[in-house]
Nanobody, 123 residues
Framework: QVQLVESGGGLVQAGGFLRLSCAAS????????MGWFRQAPGKEREFVAG????????QYADSVKGRFTISRDNAKNTVFLQMNSLKPEDTAVYYC????????????????WGQGTQVTVSS
């Protein structure tokens, strides 16, 4: 089992920034690729960003490319999502997830999920 706990969400004005963290415990963190997803009210949970086991490779949704950066610190069992130039449409609950195979864009591929952290961007 892997336990994931997100933090860092909050209320921010458009154009602002937030840094989300996801702390992992349980099994060896570097054995998992990590992903960030988000879910806005009435919408499907969507892929935001993913990062490989050692942080060498990453991938982003087109909607956040150039604004968001995913990173990880395997020594601290933590994955981060730096979110800059936030827009009201970024408002959602953000979830981190662990995948023992690859940082898939498909939420059904992930093995473990955190409880989520709310991000609200005001206009």
């Amino acid at each position: 089992q892997v336990q994931l706990v997100e933090s860092g969400g909050g209320l921010v004005q458009a154009g602002g920034f937030l840094r989300l963290s996801c702390a992992a415990s349980g099994r060896t963190f570097s054995n998992y690729a990590m992903g960030w997803f988000r879910q806005a009210p009435g919408k499907e949970r969507e892929f935001v960003a993913g990062i490989s086991f050692l942080g060498v490779k990453s991938q982003y949704a087109d909607s956040v490319k150039g604004r968001f950066t995913i990173s990880r610190d395997n020594a601290k069992n933590t994955v981060f999502l730096q979110m800059n130039s936030l827009k009201p449409e970024d408002t959602a609950v953000y979830y981190c997830a662990a995948d023992s195979r690859y940082y898939s864009t498909n939420r059904d591929e992930y093995d473990y999920w955190g409880q989520g952290t709310q991000v609200t961007v005001s206009s």
